[in-house]
């Protein structure tokens, strides 16, 4: 199983601010994937990284509102931009890996509260 | 896009009464996942299924896949409080990429 650890695991942050959240994982993958879980939701994926290429960005999510990048294949950050009180949840970062290679092993999460 | 239905959205129990919670989809599925998150973690995986009538069991937990691979349910029996947490059914679709899209969850109390 992979291991991942995000930075920070909580913030609070102002309104109109941006907050870039680090995500680190202990072997090589190709894809990292970012979602978002609002609370008391379930968890909505808001892109996939991919080393070397631009990340992939599902409906309802925007590169200039969350840009991603992905230098190697063991680090990932997301920045969400110019924050408002909706920006307010967990961000989890997610690698596959298992015997399957379908399993999703999860970070344990930024929570980030904006103000 | 591809959607799944979980239900119920919460479930209270006593300490030692089953538990089961359904996901429902409107499309045929490739694999399902299920996973569970204990309050204030992340989610961690427990088991994929990927054959139609397919039946899993781990300990008290038993995973079945339905037929037309529409549906799926997680069951566990004679609950313990280290059962709490949200458990969620993960579907992907067809294709190889396997995008995984996640059920609504269901929140669950075991009263001791």
């Known amino acids: 199983s992979a291991v991942i650890s995000q930075k920070p695991s909580r913030d609070i942050c102002q309104r109109g601010t941006s907050l870039t959240i680090q995500c680190q994982v202990d072997?090589?993958?190709?894809?990292m994937f970012w979602y978002r879980q609002q609370p008391g939701q379930s968890l909505t994926l808001i892109a996939t990284a991919n080393q070397g290429s631009e990340a992939t960005y599902e409906s309802g999510f925007v590169i200039d509102k969350f840009p991603i990048s992905r230098p190697n294949l063991t680090f990932s950050t997301l920045t969400v931009s110019n924050m408002s009180p909706e920006d307010s949840s967990i961000y989890l970062c997610?690698?596959?890996?298992?015997?399957?290679?379908?399993?999703?092993?999860f970070g344990p999460g930024t929570r980030l509260t904006v103000l | 896009g591809q959607q799944v239905m979980q239900i119920p959205q919460y479930q209270h129990v006593q300490e030692g009464e089953d538990f089961t919670t359904y996901c429902n989809s409107s499309?045929?599925?490739?694999?399902i996942q299920w996973y569970k998150q204990r309050p204030g973690g992340h989610p961690v995986f427990l088991i994929q299924?990927?054959?139609?009538?397919e039946v899993k069991k781990q300990k008290r937990l038993t995973f079945q896949f339905g037929e037309a691979k529409k549906n799926s349910s997680l069951h566990i029996t004679a609950t313990q409080t280290t059962d709490v947490g949200t458990y969620f059914c993960?579907?992907?679709?067809?294709?190889?990429?396997?995008?995984?899209?996640f059920g609504q969850g269901t929140i669950l109390t075991v009263h001791p």
């Open positions: 499309t045929t599925l490739s694999n």
């Open positions: 072997s090589q993958v190709t894809m």
């Open positions: 993960a579907a992907a679709g067809g294709t190889s990429y396997g995008k995984l899209t």
């Open positions: 997610s690698v596959r890996g298992g015997s399957s290679y379908n399993e999703q092993f």
């Open positions: 299924l990927v054959k139609s009538g």
